[in-house]
C-alpha cells in the first residue's frame, strides 16, 4: 500500500478544556468522544491522512489485523492513557496527533515525543512491556485507529520483518526522546519554540496553530515570560505571526535557520524508519 510521506508533527491543544477519560489505569477501552465506527478496509481511508507505520506491515498482516481494528475520533485533551496505566490497544493516529508526557509527583508535566501518523502508540505492548510509563493526550483532533493489542503480538512473534519494523520505530521514538531531552537542556527558549513550532507546521500539514502561550510553557517546562519573548523575536523576524492564540509560520525557511539541529535530526531518524535494514548493524 503505497502512501504518500507527510509531515511528522502535530498541532496543540488546551488539556484542560476537555475531560480526561475515566478509565485511566486500565488505557482500554476508553470512552471515545465519538461513536467507534468498525472499519472493513484501509483502502477506505484517504491515502493523505493513512497512518505510514500500518502501511509499512505486509499486506498479509494487515489483512489478518483488520477485523481487530476499529476507527475512533477522539476530542482534544482526551487521555489515551494515563501513566502506569495498562494497554490492551495500539493506537495509530491518521490525521491526530498524541502527545507524550512525563508526569511528575507534584503534577508538572513535560512533553517527550508526540505521534503522528508516521507511528503509534503503545506498540511496546506488542513487544514486551504493557504498561505506560508516561501520560498520552491527544494533542490534535482528528481520526485513529484502536488495534486489539493481541493480534500485533501474534504478528510481532511470527514475523522476521515485523520484528525489525518494530524494534526499528522503538528505537526511533526514543531517539526523539534522546533528542528532546538534549534540546530541553543545552538549547536556547528561542530555539525549542522554533523546533516545536516545525514539529508543529508539520504534523498539522501547514495549517494555522491553534495554542496558548500557556500551553507552550507548560509542554516545554519554561516560565510564561520567556515564551512570550521568544515568540515576540521571531514575529519582530517576520518568521511567524500570532494573535488570539491562532499562529501561523510566514517563513518556513527562516524558522529553519532559527531552531537547533534537533529538528533535522529527528526527522531524518522518522524518514529512515519506515525502511529498516534487512540485518542489524
Excluded at 506488542?126 to 482528528?142: D, H, I, K, N, P
Amino acid at each position: 500500500m503505497a502512501e504518500k510521506q507527510t509531515g511528522f508533527w502535530a498541532n496543540c491543544l488546551l488539556p484542560a478544556q476537555h475531560k480526561a477519560v475515566p478509565e485511566q489505569k486500565n488505557c482500554a477501552p476508553f470512552k471515545a468522544a465519538a461513536p467507534l465506527l468498525r472499519i472493513n478496509m484501509l483502502m477506505e481511508i484517504p491515502d493523505g491522512h493513512a497512518n505510514q507505520l500500518l502501511g509499512a506491515f505486509t499486506k498479509e498482516a494487515r489483512d489478518r489485523i483488520m477485523p481487530h481494528m476499529t476507527a475512533v475520533d477522539l476530542k482534544l485533551g482526551t487521555t489515551v492513557c494515563e501513566a502506569g496505566g495498562l494497554l490492551t490497544h495500539a493506537y495509530f493516529p491518521q490525521g491526530c496527533v498524541l502527545s507524550l508526557l512525563t508526569v511528575l509527583e507534584n503534577g508538572s508535566e513535560i512533553e517527550c515525543a508526540n505521534i503522528g501518523r508516521e507511528g503509534a502508540f503503545g506498540l511496546f505492548s506488542a513487544m514486551y512491556s504493557r504498561v505506560s510509563f508516561g501520560r498520552c493526550t491527544v494533542q490534535l483532533e482528528g481520526p485513529m485507529i484502536r488495534c486489539d493489542i493481541r493480534p500485533l503480538q501474534v504478528e510481532f512473534q511470527n514475523s522476521a520483518h515485523m520484528q525489525k519494523l518494530f524494534v526499528s520505530y522503538a528505537e526511533t521514538l526514543l531517539a526523539q526522546v534522546m533528542q528532546t531531552v538534549a534540546c530541553n537542556s543545552l538549547h536556547s527558549v528561542k530555539e525549542r519554540l522554533c523546533r516545536w513550532l516545525l514539529m508543529m507546521h508539520d504534523r498539522a500539514d501547514g495549517a494555522d496553530l491553534t495554542y496558548t502561550h500557556e500551553f507552550l510553557a507548560r509542554v516545554m517546562g519554561v516560565n510564561r515570560t520567556s515564551i512570550t519573548l521568544a515568540a515576540q523575536a521571531l514575529q519582530n523576524k517576520g518568521l511567524i505571526s500570532y494573535r488570539r492564540g491562532m499562529m501561523q509560520v510566514v517563513d518556513r525557511f527562516g524558522l529553519e535557520e532559527e531552531t537547533c539541529e534537533c529538528y533535522s535530526v529527528v526527522k531524518a531518524r522518522f524518514e529512515a524508519c519506515l525502511n529498516p535494514p534487512s540485518t542489524a548493524v
